[in-house]
């Protein structure tokens, strides 16, 4: 399965969004015009208008008459805003220290929204604090990750606040969520391995990214494994990078990493790349390019199908229909 086979409008829009959301194009840095976009790309003007117009929609990028376009500041204009909006309003609250979910992500959601002539901001937990005393039935929130506390959920509730959350952390309260998950992936993954392996090791980026998806997927792993020796008995050992020696791997085994910069180390050591699994809840799409063209066993969640469920949780609660309260994301293998 190809997930790269992408216009070059989508491109665009993700290459200027990933630059974006780097800081390779701060805040009021100028964008590259229509006319360079469209050299650079190859694509006609149309092709590069419609790109930075859909931006601008998103909130990404403001324009000023015969100066250009340029990046918005996201926090100020969300923090900004003291009014109620006068019709429906999306947020996106990114969690704090936690990266389970990439930029395209929050990019690709807020031009779903634009599409949807829904305004919508991405915000910090300290600017949610700020805005509840504001927020209105007509507001819906999205919290992107797995680091958000209880008594927020309870207070939203209480408010009568619409909100879901997307992340990799089981549902332990009752309420909507698009669950990333892995579960699946590890026992396909299990069931390609012949009887020759003896040994799985995963290996943590030391300290993880996203300490709750890491604990998820290690749970994950040895629910899988545990079904698994019924039909081939290995160990499983847990193993950070800083206690990994990759200059002497174990014979007989296989190396399961969730980390694409711990990916990058071991992709230079005498690690035998056939040995070598590489498990995300999501991808930028250069990440997914790379493992496809490195030929590197790999299993994320695709985008596509996030947004589908973003859509339709959305879509319920604005017509106020019953909502699934558990949507399952699988990961599925790109290799």
Do not use: W
């Amino acid at each position: 399965m190809n997930l790269m086979k992408k216009s070059l409008y989508q491109i665009i829009i993700d290459d200027l969004s990933q630059a974006i959301a780097s800081g390779q194009l701060p805040v009021n840095a100028k964008v590259p015009t229509e006319q360079e976009l469209a050299q650079q790309y190859q694509v006609s003007r149309i092709t590069s208008k419609r790109a930075l117009n859909d931006l601008e929609q998103a909130g990404l990028i403001y324009r000023k008459q015969g100066s250009g376009s340029f990046v918005a500041d996201q926090k100020t204009k969300a923090a900004s805003s003291t009014t109620a909006p006068a019709g429906p309003l999306v947020y996106c609250v990114l969690p704090d220290g936690d990266n389970t979910l990439n930029n395209t992500l929050v990019t690709q959601l807020l031009l779903a929204f634009a599409a949807a002539k829904l305004s919508a901001n991405i915000i910090l937990p300290e600017t949610l604090a700020t805005l509840l005393p504001r927020l209105t039935p007509q507001t819906y929130l999205i919290l992107l990750g797995d680091t958000f506390k209880d008594d927020l959920i309870y207070q939203l509730y209480e408010m009568d606040i619409s909100y879901f959350k997307i992340g990799t952390s089981p549902n332990a309260l009752d309420y909507p969520q698009i669950t990333l998950t892995a579960e699946l992936a590890l026992q396909n993954m299990l069931n390609e391995f012949d009887e020759s392996v003896q040994q799985l090791i995963y290996i943590q980026a030391a300290p993880p990214l996203s300490p709750y998806a890491d604990a998820t997927l290690k749970i994950n792993l040895l629910k899988a494994v545990k079904q698994h020796q019924a039909i081939a008995k290995f160990k499983l050992q847990l193993t950070s990078a800083t206690q990994f020696d990759s200059k002497n791997p174990p014979a007989a085994t296989k190396f399961i990493v969730s980390d694409f910069n711990l990916l990058l180390q071991l992709l230079t050591s005498p690690l035998d790349l056939d040995d070598l699994y590489f498990i995300a809840p999501s991808l930028t799409p250069e990440q997914v390019q790379f493992v496809q063209t490195q030929h590197i066993h790999c299993y994320a969640c695709p985008l596509s199908e996030v947004l589908i469920n973003c859509t339709k949780l959305l879509s319920a609660i604005q017509k106020d229909a019953t909502i699934n309260q558990n949507l399952i994301v699988n990961a599925q293998s790109l290799s």
